[in-house]
């Protein structure tokens, strides 16, 4: 917050007021408002300039002042002044203490820079980047920034190959079911990161707390079941016109990847709210730990249901 601020008192004279308005307005580079408090430095309300301006110049200020106004107390967290600016259309707000005295003023370009930096960084965290950095640092730091998480894709880049593995027999003998591996893997991965993408830019902005966690999950479900229905109806069709003599492939990857998609929405909304409820950045949510955590549960959903469904035809 910004300490410089015009301030007058409720109990002066409009002609006073002007002369103190001059005066202080020497230390102000913007004047956006004029304040008006009382004798214990209380913020009472606003004074608008054009009421100042036609009002007799013995008026009293406090017959002239409005009480519409919006404070922000000097603990308030920067995402909330943020969100609460952006809300009301602030230009600018007063800073006050828990007693409602006057202690400074924040500017909505001071909360741009806010904003710019939050999002910064919450597109390196979606990027997999752990640390803040720019383009024009060095090697090291720039690597050192990406490795973690390229690490935890490895990882689960090796976990997915130990899946495939395990069902090595069953696609040597099926080999039509190696074709669809990146798709079931690609979509979950892509679901993932849509479903955590909505949830994150909701709890950013405040709009998610209208809601339980259960009606969230359950609107989320509603739209992986329609998301699901349209993508392996679909691939059913693709399928069945393309590949035909083999209607076991056709039920497998169609039921895989609606399997995938409801896994991954739910999985999806679930990790970035729990992350936000444990108080860690949900942001890191969106990035390579869905899309790798989706891969390997997409993968595994459908090499177990092509054993299954294959057995049945």
Known sequence: MAKEYIAVNSNWDVTRCIDEIRHQAEDVDEIYNVYVIDDDNILIGVLPLKQLLISHSKKKIANITSDDIISLKVDTPAEDVAIIMQKYDLV???????????LGKITFDDIVDFIRDEA?????????????????????????????WLLIGLIGGILGALVITNYEDM???????????PLIAA?????????????????????LGLESTGKKLLKELGVAIIAGIVCSSLMFAFNFFFFSDSMALTATVSIALFSAII???????FVPLALNHFKIDPALATGPFITTINDIMGISLYLLIASL?????
């Not at 960084?121 to 973690?148: C, F, H, M, N």
């Not at 696609?171 to 591996?181: D, H, Q, R, V």
């Not at 896994?263 to 909304?269: E, Q, V, Y």
């Not at 469904?309 to 035809?313: E, H, Q, Y």
């Open 171 to 181: 696609i040597s003998e099926y080999a039509g079911l190696a074709m669809f591996l």
């Open 309 to 313: 469904v294959f057995n049945i035809f």
């Open 120 to 148: 910064d960084k919450d597109y390196q965290l979606i990027s997999g980047i752990t640390e803040d950095v720019e383009a024009s640092d060095k090697v090291w730091q720039l690597t050192r920034a990406r490795i973690p």
């Open 263 to 269: 896994f991954a929405s739910m999985f999806g909304t």
């Open 92 to 102: 600018a707000a007063p800073v006050i203490d828990d007693l409602g005295r006057l």
């Open 187 to 207: 979509m979950g991965g892509n679901v993932g990161v849509q479903s955590s993408s909505i949830v994150v830019q909701g709890l950013a902005n405040k709009t």
